[in-house]
């Protein structure tokens, strides 16, 4: 198993560009995420997903966009990037939130807007 | 509003010595509470995971209590060792997330 990937691992925006931050995972877990890590700020949630079709708020959605088309893929859609959106990006899975278990994270990708 | 609190401020202990990590958190009612460790440049691993029924939980040298009147964890690393060193989060579960602390960095002294 690969666990959770995430691609790429490093980006550099210019303000007003778009992207997509992919994010797989290959051990059918039901619930996926997206956290971002800012110095002294910890991981906030941005979206998650408790199985295909179905998405939710975090705690900082403005500015991105998920979709979840399949119980594999999770992508983060920037579309109009900002400065305030340089920040270190995870993905995480886990089997489902309710059942106790641990979060899987991938490693992470680092963008930079310009 | 929520919030979970963890010290801002870096831990530095000596090798052999127990490191102590608090989590202190307001306005939640978590089933359970998880610690990560995160290394630089590296995604945050799942550590040990307390339910809010269990006081205490050990695995190897590493040791969680739970304490919901006081809302609070303790995270214990005893004999530590430089290895140990890395940033710490806690995280709580709540209406279906799983929400981070900002995390505490330890560094172990040889």
């Known amino acids: 198993n690969a666990g959770v990937t995430q691609t790429p691992k490093f980006q550099v925006l210019k303000t007003g560009q778009s992207m997509t931050l992919q994010c797989a995972q290959d051990?059918?877990?039901?619930?996926m995420s997206w956290y971002r890590q800012d110095p002294g700020m910890g991981l906030r949630l941005i979206h998650y997903?408790?199985?295909?079709?179905?998405?939710d708020q975090g705690e900082v959605p403005n500015g991105y966009n998920v979709s979840r088309s399949t119980t594999e893929d999770f992508p983060l859609r920037l579309l109009s990037a900002a400065p305030s959106q340089t920040s270190v990006y995870f993905c995480?899975?886990?089997?489902?939130?309710?059942?106790?278990?641990?979060?899987?994270f991938g490693p992470g990708t680092r963008l930079t807007v310009l | 509003s929520q919030k979970i609190e963890q010290n801002s401020e870096a831990l530095n202990i000596q090798e052999g010595k127990t490191a102590t990590l608090t989590c202190n958190y307001t306005?939640?009612?978590?089933?359970?509470l998880q610690w990560y460790r995160q290394d630089p440049g590296r995604g945050p691993v799942f550590l040990l995971l307390?339910?809010?029924?269990?006081k205490e939980k050990r695995k190897e040298r590493l040791k969680v209590t739970f304490d919901t009147t006081l809302k609070q964890s303790l995270f214990h690393i005893t004999a530590s060792q430089p290895a140990d060193s890395a940033t710490y989060l806690c995280?709580?579960?709540?209406?279906?997330?799983?929400?981070f602390g900002q995390g505490t960095t330890l560094q172990v002294k040889p």
């Open positions: 307390i339910r809010e029924n269990e």
């Open positions: 995480a899975s886990t089997p489902t939130l309710r059942s106790y278990n641990e979060q899987f």
């Open positions: 306005n939640y009612s978590p089933a359970y």
């Open positions: 997903s408790v199985g295909a079709g179905i998405t």
């Open positions: 995280a709580l579960d709540t209406t279906g997330k799983l929400i």
């Open positions: 051990m059918n877990h039901e619930y």
